[in-house]
């Protein structure tokens, strides 16, 4: 999967978040980083974030560079334990819906 695709995927899944009436706000929006601070109904907060590990890529060709992906859930433990799994269940239904593979690496191409 190429990182834009991903990117695409994730900002679609922010915005199915607040049809859902939560609460977000895109806090880091820059290549390789994206965090987002996403508030349930009750009020409960949690920061879900994508990080790309650009250091550490393999070059592929002259135009292509490959790179692992992380992603997770930043959240208070205990009270923002039950939000923080619903999220990234969340997460993961919305990625299986629209892309049947997970992939832990990303491709990308070199402007």
């Known amino acids: 999967m190429d990182l834009a695709t ?3 995927l994730y900002q679609e899944f922010l915005k199915e978040c607040e049809q859902n009436g939560w609460m977000v706000e895109v806090l880091i929006e820059e290549f390789g980083n994206y965090l987002a601070a996403i508030t349930n109904v009750e009020g409960v907060e949690v920061q879900f974030y994508i990080e790309l590990d650009i250091e ?12 692992r992906l992380d992603y997770g859930v930043i959240r208070d433990e205990g009270k923002g334990d039950q939000f923080a799994k619903q999220v990234l269940d969340e997460f993961h239904q919305y990625w299986v819906k629209h892309i049947p593979k997970r992939y ?3 491709i990308l191409y070199k402007q």
């Open 104 to 106: 832990s690496s990303f």
């Open 6 to 8: 991903f990117i695409r």
């Open 56 to 67: 550490n890529c393999v070059h592929l060709s002259e135009s292509t560079n490959q790179s």
